[in-house]
């Protein structure tokens, strides 16, 4: 049995399934890589993506990601408001 710590709770795993879980992690995360996820975030809200299309699985870069898409989805509405109270 092993002991995988994810967030504030901790997820007792037979050592078979450890791999599958591992998965969902990106250990190997610095600050270069949490700019290039807001960076790709940003740019897909400036495209109008969907917010679920986030291409990451380990939770810090994911909430990176997010925050990129949430700054470019603002920007994009931004842009679009014009556009959008004209066709109403």
Same mark, same amino acid.
Do not use: D, L, T, Y
């Given at each position: 049995m092993v002991c995988l710590i994810l967030g504030p709770r901790e997820i007792d795993l037979p050592k078979r399934h450890m791999d599958d879980a591992m998965k969902l992690v990106e250990p190997h995360w610095d600050l270069e890589n949490l700019e290039k996820a807001y960076r790709r975030g940003f740019m897909a809200g400036m495209v109008g993506k $969907?917010?679920?299309?986030?291409?990451?699985?380990? $939770?810090v870069v994911v909430n990176a990601w997010e925050a990129g898409w949430q700054d470019g989805k603002e920007q994009y509405d931004i842009k679009h408001a014009p556009t959008l109270k004209q066709t109403l």
């Open positions: $969907e917010g679920n299309s986030c291409p990451h699985k380990a $939770e």
